[in-house]
């Protein structure tokens, strides 16, 4: 009994190694500057100078794009893209942020289409969902700012660049502080092997 057990897992892990792996890719649009966010330690972020433009009175804020639905065919497919925001900030900060307006352009070797809109999104701030205990000190927000940026093939190159420009003010006791931030939104392509 044992052994024909064994005989028939042996065979069903030959039979699964015989199986080929496929690859599936995805293609991101990001903010490398910010991006690096996920590897840092808080103390990191909040008190070092390459973080400086895209923190605001305490509150730190970056793109984040999701890959959405592909269009057309495998080889000749696109995918569209999604756009939103994170923010963190420290427990003991009580400033708000509100996103005023968005403008979205392509400025480097990519097809895209402007887009700009008056939003009036204030962000909700609440605990963070990771079990990851860098974000135990955080709070944060996050909010989708618009749900399709293309339903067209932005042809994206290595070179690619989509600007994204958000007018955002803080609200710091009774005060208003508007600036506007800027973001490089660049390809990254990230290929994972999948078995079949």
Do not use: W
């Amino acid at each position: 009994m044992f052994r024909r057990l064994f005989i028939v897992t042996i065979s069903a892990v030959v039979l699964l190694s015989m199986v080929g792996c496929g690859q599936y890719t995805i293609i991101d649009l990001i903010h490398p500057e910010t991006e690096r966010f996920y590897t840092e330690k808080v103390e990191d972020v909040f008190n070092h100078a390459p973080y400086e433009p895209y923190i605001n009175e305490g509150i730190y804020m970056f793109p984040v794009t999701r890959q959405n639905q592909k269009y057309g065919s495998d080889e000749e497919g696109y995918y569209s893209y999604s756009l939103g925001i994170v923010a963190y900030k420290k427990y003991d900060n009580l400033n708000t942020a509100t996103i005023n307006h968005i403008k979205v352009v392509g400025t480097n070797d990519v097809a895209f289409k402007e887009i700009e809109e008056d939003i009036n999104v204030t962000l909700e701030f609440g605990k963070s969902a990771s079990d990851d205990p860098k974000y135990d000190s955080l709070l944060v927000g996050e909010s989708s700012l618009i749900e399709e940026i293309n339903n067209y093939n932005l042809n994206l190159s290595d070179e690619s660049v989509i600007t994204f420009i958000m007018n955002v003010s803080i609200h710091v006791n009774g005060k208003t502080i508007t600036k506007d931030i800027k973001y490089d939104l660049k390809r990254r392509k990230r290929t994972y092997s999948m078995r079949m």
